[in-house]
């Protein structure tokens, strides 16, 4: 039975210790600003979990068999060293928030990891745009040629999905900046805990209001902050599907370096894109992680359910590939190589047939008989003219054309992001700081 409930808990709750023992402080200043305990009890308190965070950090401190999960293993080491103080330092509180709050600050931190990587990606993706907005290749729609494109406007394109995604993390950073602490095992408790004392303590801009809030929406914000994460990773699986696309042995347009792809066991001459065929697969996963939070969390009735436990692992999971995804490719894109011939000769006479059109249009002729006209030249197999590159960038020039890439205005929205997670960053670990006694991370 034991075995059966625990499950996986330990191993994954060992990602949450640090954050179990920095709550357990935010908890205390509840206690004490509601009278809970005397200063010299606060004092004690507090000596105790930052002895407890030194010994995590040394080792000492670990979940054993012998401890249900992250909790027990912290209480049961501040009673063993501390005697009352680990017996007194659950008043006020359940496992229920606890755990709650544990995540909610393992999510904040992880929220601005995430964001920050996805800023430094599209960073990444910019640099890699400006030095190859003239290096033109076909466009594809229906995976069929259409029209010329260029390896500057993919990165760029790819760069202000990453920006979009990462400034969307608004939408869901009021609900991670909140404290559940007090809120017990979903209906409050019979004491006056000073529950602002926590959040300030914390870093943490305020609380979940009406404690019954905490356990009947457990499992929303984490599959919020996953659907973010899926949102940040979806056009990570595009660009690597690209990527392994043209760079294969037909296309040619792009080049990997020997330390971003892999070899055969069988076959000498083969050099793999798995980097980017497992950050496809990883994008993939990550749907996955989502999809197991929304099935866990839909049709539970209120208050708090053991089925919560299993949200915790793929949370964690699916943030981690999404750091891991970011971190990886983040490295690769200053590496890839582009061919310019390659790609201008996958530049097929007819990819063309638009700009033909146009030029037409601009000459005062109608669109669809100039449509038609040039249809029928296609058809008989008539080549169309092909125009210079300088011809193709200067017939592109409205805001986001392959000859006016909007580089400066998406660094200005990249540096604005940046600020804001510095900012946040700041503050939060500032917070912390002070708590555990001007020791950082």
Not at 158 to 173: K, T
Not at 256 to 279: C, H, V, W, Y
Not at 309 to 338: C, F, H, N, Y
Not at 357 to 380: I, T
Request: proline share 4%; aromatic share 6%; with cysteine.
């Amino acid at each position: 039975m034991l075995a059966y409930t625990v499950g996986d808990d330990r191993e994954v709750d060992t990602r949450l210790l640090r954050w179990d023992i920095i709550g357990s402080l935010g908890h205390v200043e509840a206690l004490a600003a509601g009278g809970i305990i005397s200063t010299r009890e606060r004092a004690a308190m507090r000596r105790a979990l930052r002895a407890a965070l030194k010994a995590l950090d040394e080792g000492k401190l670990t979940i054993g068999k012998e401890h249900e999960d992250g909790h027990s293993a912290v209480e049961f080491w501040l009673t063993r060293n501390f005697g009352d103080v680990g017996e007194r330092i659950h008043a006020g509180r359940s496992r229920n928030d606890q755990v709650t709050l544990d995540l909610r600050l393992f999510q904040k931190d992880a929220v601005l990891g995430v964001h920050q990587g996805a800023l430094l990606l599209a960073a990444a993706l910019l640099d890699f745009a400006s030095r190859h907005r003239k290096v033109i290749w076909p466009g594809y729609t229906h995976q069929r040629i259409a029209m010329p494109s260029s390896a500057g406007a993919w990165a760029a394109g790819l760069a202000e999905q990453l920006i979009d995604s990462a400034e969307a993390v608004q939408g869901i950073w009021p609900r991670v900046d909140r404290s559940p602490l007090g809120s017990a095992a979903g209906y409050g408790v019979p004491l006056p805990l000073d529950r602002a004392a926590t959040a300030k303590a914390l870093g943490l801009a305020g609380v979940d209001q009406v404690v019954t809030t905490v356990q009947g929406a457990r499992g929303q914000l984490e599959a919020a902050v996953l659907s973010w994460c899926v949102d940040v990773a979806h056009p990570l699986a595009r660009l690597s599907g690209d990527v392994i696309l043209w760079s294969s042995d037909e296309f040619g347009w792009i080049t990997l370096p020997a330390e971003l792809s892999t070899g055969s066991s069988i076959m000498p001459q083969k050099r793999n894109p798995d980097l980017f065929e497992l950050t496809r697969a990883r994008a993939a996963a990550l749907t996955g992680d989502l999809a197991t939070v929304l099935s866990l969390k839909a049709g539970l009735a209120g208050g708090y359910h053991r089925d919560f436990q299993l949200l915790k692992a793929p949370l964690i999971r699916g943030i981690d590939r999404t750091r891991e995804m970011l971190t990886m490719l983040a490295i690769a894109i200053p590496r890839l190589g582009v061919d310019r011939d390659a790609a201008g000769r996958a530049l097929r006479n007819e990819v063309f047939a638009t700009d033909l059109v146009m030029a037409r249009v601009r000459e005062g002729e109608p669109f669809r008989r100039a449509y038609r006209d040039v249809a029928a030249m296609v058809k008989r197999g008539d080549q169309v003219p092909v125009p210079s590159t300088d011809e193709i960038l200067a017939a592109r020039s409205n805001i986001g054309g392959l000859g006016n890439l909007p580089i400066s205005a998406l660094r200005a929205r990249l540096r604005a992001g940046q600020r804001w997670n510095a900012a946040a960053r700041r503050r939060f670990e500032a917070a912390i700081t002070r708590l555990i006694g001007g020791r950082s991370r």
